[in-house]
């Protein structure tokens, strides 16, 4: 699909989030909404993206680049946004999609047939997308006539209640032939209940300069406009569906599907099994025949084939998991490398270490690794084994097959094959606890 650009908006002030950052910062699987709808812009190829942010706006600024940013002084509406970028499409000859910057699970090949429908028409000003929401809400109306053509838009705060009553919506997607689009957004006033410019207006505008317009119509599911945050939380559930449905088709088994959380790039190998109530933050590759069990929170980690993890696991950024790892209940592993066949199998706290191959790491095992200033490493060697209630004193070093005895507060390294042990000396006092009783049952009496 050549000669195609994109105008998205985003300028808007979203006081309907009652949010200090800007609604399409707002996330969707950890992911900005307005990035969700670049990344499906971006598989048109088109040959430039225009985001119109507002002046104050440097969050989105940044996270669209490379996109050129059209900055709108003032948000007066989206037809004035739109004026904000005709700028930077100066000599662009070919059809401009124009979208909502907070529309964020629209798909390519939606926008593929807007684009078609709109080049099948040499006269064909403008297409718009519709679609029929269960409930239609405060979106704009599509008004047709009676063979069904595109005759105007109407906003929700201008519409009769002949109008009101239409059930097909205005999505905000647009395709227009760039040929017109200058003309046709300068003559948009702002004479409404709003007295804002809409981009809507459009559409009665290329019909009275003699053009046509058409729609086409998508899925509601894809076409939900975020306003506020039970629109977010619905666009949320649209997409953990659509990921849960991909999982399940690339085969993960998921227990539960409906209680497993995905962030927008969760990578899954075959043959995963996931248990109920696991959530995965942004940043997570999950190899072949893992079982990752129930209410394990993870992000920023690789996991090896055939490892187990969890349950109640906590898996943080740089946490590097090799194959056949067993990280077990009430784990929390932090920027570590545990490698092939390691065991962290209960209630202990693992961070900036390398933990060797096939070492046993016993329960309550906490590395100390920070002292509110610096951080420090700890290296425990392959097939070393360290005893329940250890606290390693990074920086330390605990050679291969070294053993640690239990409750050990380990500061100084131990070489392989070594035991290292830190304890008082243990003390017994025959009959002690029988007398401590017996005075105290006497003061009873
Ligand atoms: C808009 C449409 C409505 C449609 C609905 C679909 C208009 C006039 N109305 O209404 O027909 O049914 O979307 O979700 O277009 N923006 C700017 N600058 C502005 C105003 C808005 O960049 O001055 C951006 C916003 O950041 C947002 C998008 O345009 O991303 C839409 O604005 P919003 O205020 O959400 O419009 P709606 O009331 O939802
Ligand atoms: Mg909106």
Known sequence: MSSIAAVVLAAGA????????????????????????????GELDPKKIVVVTSPNMETVQ???????????????GTGHAVVAAL?????????????????PLIEAETLRQMIE????????????LGFEPDDPLEYGRLVTDASGNLTAIVEFADANAEERAVGLCNSGVMAINGAHLADLIRAVDNKNAKGEYYLTDIVEIAIKNGLTCAYVKGEEEELLGVNNRSQLAEAEGIAQTRWRAAAKAEGATLIDPETVWFSHDTKLGRDVVIEPGV??????????????????HLEGTTIGDAAQIGPFARLRPGADIASEVKIGNFVEVKKSQIET?????????IGDARIGAEANIGAGTITSYY??????????????????????????????????????TVSKDVAADALGIERAEEKQKPGWAKRFRDVKKKAKK
């Not at 006081?15 to 969707?28: D, F, G, I, N, Q």
């Open 14 to 41: 979203g006081t309907r989030m009652k949010s200090a950052k800007p609604k399409v910062m707002h996330e969707v699987g950890g992911r900005p909404m307005i990035s969700h709808l670049l990344g499906t812009v």
């Open 62 to 76: 940044k996270e669209v680049a490379p996109a050129e940013i059209a900055v709108q002084k003032e948000a007066l």
């Open 87 to 103: 700028d930077n499409l100066k000599g662009f000859e070919g059809d401009v999609l124009i979208l909502y910057g907070d529309t």
């Open 117 to 128: 429908k709109r080049r099948a028409s040499e006269s064909c000003a403008v297409v718009v």
């Open 279 to 296: 959530f995965f933050g942004p940043g997570v590759t999950v190899g072949d025949n893992v079982r990752i069990k129930a209410y394990s």
């Open 341 to 349: 066949g390691a065991k962290v199998s209960h209630l202990s706290y």
């Open 371 to 408: 002292e509110g200033y610096d951080k420090f490493k700890t290296d425990i060697g392959a097939g070393a084994f360290i005893g329940s209630n250890t606290a390693l004193v990074a920086p330390v070093k605990v050679g291969d097959g070294a053993i640690i005895g239990a409750g050990s």
